[in-house]
């Protein structure tokens, strides 16, 4: 038993180490692969990343190894990769986006309010935005490969072995497509013909949920002919109403969650 204690440390950090830079590495090829240029916000989502799997595979190693010596080291890496990467994800994700809201809370209410009523409240807006903001980073490949790592960490021997050999395999053959949209000659800052799809989508949606009322017919026709041109058109839709400053502010927002932070929307105001 204390044999077993004293290899359970090396064992959580080993594990730790593995499974957080195949996460971090697993973000970066979908980031490239979406054509997103690497920015201080994409780094962050790498770092998020790597930092949630070496938490959830050292938590779980030391917690197994303290509690559940028997436990199936498959099932448990495979758990460890498919769910507890992803809600640890969720965490740094919710202090990220509500840590100022958080600490005014504590300030103002203190320790038990904030638990009680404004975490509850933050977790659900948390919640959504990452519902929609992290999906393309975990689907539809990188939780997959996230779970055969898991498991390739935790498993025994020889299933080790052919688990790692099938998660390098994996993250090969998608490296290579990252390669080639990296390599396609395209600038990860340019508008595509996807992206002003993508754009397009966020603007019917924006319109659909608020409403076009407040916006000039001068704010709606530039918009559109800018979509028209394959969003190819110089920018020069210029939000003059407090209408259109919270539309451009929406589709702003809608365009980043649509894998577009680099590239910037059509908001302008020239003289």
């Given amino acids: 038993m204390k044999a077993q204690a004293e290899r359970a440390l090396p064992t959580a950090l080993w594990r730790a180490l593995a499974l957080g830079a ?15 240029a690497l920015s201080p916000r994409t780094w962050l989502v790498v770092a998020i990343f790597a930092a949630s799997g070496a938490l959830a595979a050292f938590t779980v190693s030391l917690l197994a190894g303290r509690f559940a010596p028997n436990a199936p080291r498959l099932a448990l890496g495979a758990a460890t990769g498919l769910v507890l990467v992803p809600c640890t994800v969720f965490a740094f994700f919710a202090f990220d986006r509500n840590a100022g809201d958080i600490l005014w809370s504590l300030r103002e209410y203190g320790l038990l309010d904030t638990l009680g009523h404004a975490m509850i409240g933050l977790t659900i807006d948390a919640a959504g935005a990452f519902s929609v903001t992290a999906r393309p980073y975990l689907l539809p490949w990188p939780i997959v490969a996230l779970g055969l790592g898991a498991a390739a960490a935790f498993a025994p021997g020889r299933r080790r072995a052919a688990l790692a050999g099938i998660a390098v395999a994996v993250l090969a053959g998608f490296g290579v497509d990252a390669a080639r949209a990296q390599g396609s000659g395209a600038e990860p800052d340019a508008w595509s013909r996807e992206k002003c799809a993508r754009y397009a989508t966020a603007w019917e949606e924006a319109t659909t949920r608020m409403g076009r009322e407040g916006l000039s017919a ?54």
């Fill in 22 to 36: 195949l996460a971090g590495f697993v973000v970066f090829l979908r980031i490239v692969e979406r054509g997103e």
């Fill in 218 to 271: 001068e704010f709606v026709t530039r918009h559109d002919a800018f979509v028209a041109s394959g969003c190819l058109a110089d920018a020069d839709v210029c939000p003059r109403s407090e209408a259109e400053l919270a539309m451009a502010n929406v589709l702003v927002i809608l365009a980043m969650n649509a894998g577009m932070a680099s590239t910037f929307p059509p908001f302008a105001c020239r003289g």
